[in-house]
């Protein structure tokens, strides 16, 4: 039936006026209700560009069928800064997010964490595999494990799992909701043969509105079927209206309240317009266009460009807002590109500078990690650069591990010539940890134990092997040289004891005025005294107290001063006979005393040449002279002291020849 026919019955177009929805009142419902939708469910600055051409596509006629699917809704889950976190920590994280959010929510966090961890784990074998190959390992047999990362990988696959579970709902359902789609058009299609009187019409016209309840209800479909099944929809919805007996009366009301509802439609765009959430506003103008496009039916034509271009207009104020903020965003990430870029020619400089200690590697290390920390850290870059931005970071991080495996390489020749030099010293340590001469071997024990500690690092596989093998003969000496002085020191007790008692008895001896008599006792008290032997050293001093009793016995006798000087130096040199090391500092200091003498006299002789002319009988002359010859006893003292002493280094010397070749007899006569 033509558009210009009216209904046979006046009942048709009174029954459509009261069921006609309330335009104004509805519409004002929906619109706020979108509003609480949006401000509930914002977009993210991808999303937002992702989602943009479904509202930039021109639509100048009201019947254009819908190209996307309406926005889903998706709950912003706030990011942390993931940069900062351990493996564990990122690990927890991952599962917090899994047990607590929506798959479909948290896409952005896992993909961050992955990039994240795994760099970390790369990093991590990375510096494994330089260690195994600076200790000599070959790098075919070289192998990885970390339990963090198989624990890593379960949870991303429990994440992975469920997201494929709710993709394969999601396919399931919009079958399903395809399946019911076009089963509603098999209803509308059906209702044009239920037209007939007027009380058939009413009641298909009910059916009709149902029906459009329905579908509007209904879910989403696959997108390969999105606009084959609306443009079959609409095609039949305008084919009913063709065969409805209406008037033109009811086509233009049914029009106007689609015009009334579409006018608030562009209202509340424009109102978007100074929404400062870019986002929020995004997301609401989506719904406004999902409602445009598929809830909301045709107008007069004569309408329909002008409405349209005032929701286009309406729409481009946001989405100008939206690409303003757009750049913002992108500003940022050219900065962050610029940053990370100056981070990677800094760990390029760092691995092209020359390596050549094991610290100065060390040290290296720490700024190249510090490094790393800021690449992580410096945010996200232009989605066109990330790649190249990535691999340029992950080359110039392997030139600096390739640069210290090289270093390490040529340090393993030289740290194996360290092993035999430490492996020669062990083997003295060794030879002498059993010593009874413990003087000597002492000597020998400090000398490798200096060497030792000017040698350099050997392999670490031999590190301690090597150290604990030369600990123990070195202690296993010193602990025996321990137990040597301990013995000794029991010894020098008992003597100290023993000449105690001596010097008591030497102090209450009483001279008897024959000198040569006295004098043989004087000498028998001295051998006895060097018969005894060593004392402990903090009472050495006895030998200074025995000297003082000599002293005081000596007064008794009528002997020459020299004579008892030199008796008492015979005791003191028997003290240091077996001490190389005293006799040597003896040496020296008669030595030095006699240099000293000498030159005094000869300051003072020549003093003397000031007073040529001066009687000898002047007092300051007399003294001059006095001087002179108290400073040349001192001097024979001296030199009779040294020829005592090189006496007794000679009969020393001769002692020892005779036991060995005493010794040296006895062998060849075992041999024999």
Known sequence: ????????????????????????????????????????????????????????????????????????????????????????????ELQLLIKNERVTDIKDQVEEINTLINAQFDAAQEEAKQAFLAEGGNIIDFRFFSPLKKEFNEVYYEYRNKRQEFYERKRKDQNANLRERQDLIEEVKALRNELGGAESVNTTFNKFKDIQERWNNAGNIPRDRYNLVWNDYYFHIDAFYELLHLNRDFRDKHFKENLDKKLLLIERAEELGAEPNINKAFKELQLLHRMWKEEIGPVAREYSDEIWDKFSAATKKIHDA????????????????????????????????????????????????????????????????????????????????????????????????????????????QEHKDSDDIPGTLDVMKRIQADWKKVGHVPRKDSDKIWKEFKEACNHFFDRMKDSKKQANAGEQEN??????????????????????????????????????????AKKNIDQDFNKVLDGLFKQLDIDKKEAELIKYENRMSIMVDDEAAIERERFFIRKKIDEVKAEINQLENNLGFFQHVADDNPMVAEVHKNIARHKEDLNMWKS????????????????EEETATTEDTEDTSDS
Do not use: C
């Open 496 to 537: 100290l004891e023993k000449k105690q008692a001596l010097m008591k008895t030497i102090k209450e001896a009483k001279m008897t005025g024959d000198r040569t008599a006295d004098l043989a006792a004087i000498k028998d008290f001295i051998e006895d005294w060097k018969a005894i032997g060593r004392v402990p050293y």
């Open 641 to 656: 002291k040294l020829r005592k002493l090189r006496m007794a280094i000679t009969e020393s010397q001769k002692v020892e």
């Open 322 to 429: 939206r690409d303003e903020k757009q750049k913002e965003v992108e500003a940022v990430w050219v900065q962050n590109l610029e940053q990370k870029n100056e981070i990677i020619a800094k760990i390029k400089e760092v691995a092209q500078d020359d390596i050549k200690a094991h610290k100065t590697v060390q040290d290296k290390i720490k700024k190249v990690e510090a490094l790393r920390d800021e690449f992580f850290k410096a945010g996200k870059v232009p989605k066109e650069n990330n790649e190249e931005t990535w691999a340029s970071f992950k080359e110039a991080t392997k030139l600096f591990n390739h640069k210290k495996n090289d270093f390490y390489k040529s340090q393993k020749k030289e740290q194996y010539d360290n092993l035999a030099k430490k492996q020669a010293l062990v083997k003295i340590a």
């Open 1 to 92: 039936m033509s558009e210009e026919k009216k209904p046979q019955d006046p009942s048709i177009e009174e029954h459509l006026e009261e069921t006609a929805p309330a335009a104004d009142r509805t519409m004002n419902a929906e619109i706020e209700a979108l509003a609480a939708e949006a401000n509930d469910t914002e977009l993210s600055t991808e999303e937002v560009s992702e989602n943009a051409a479904a509202t930039t596509e021109a639509a100048p006629a009201e019947t254009t069928a819908v190209t996307e699917e309406a926005p889903v809704e998706k709950k912003e889950v706030p990011k942390k800064d993931y940069t900062v976190l351990s493996k564990e920590e990122l690990i927890a």
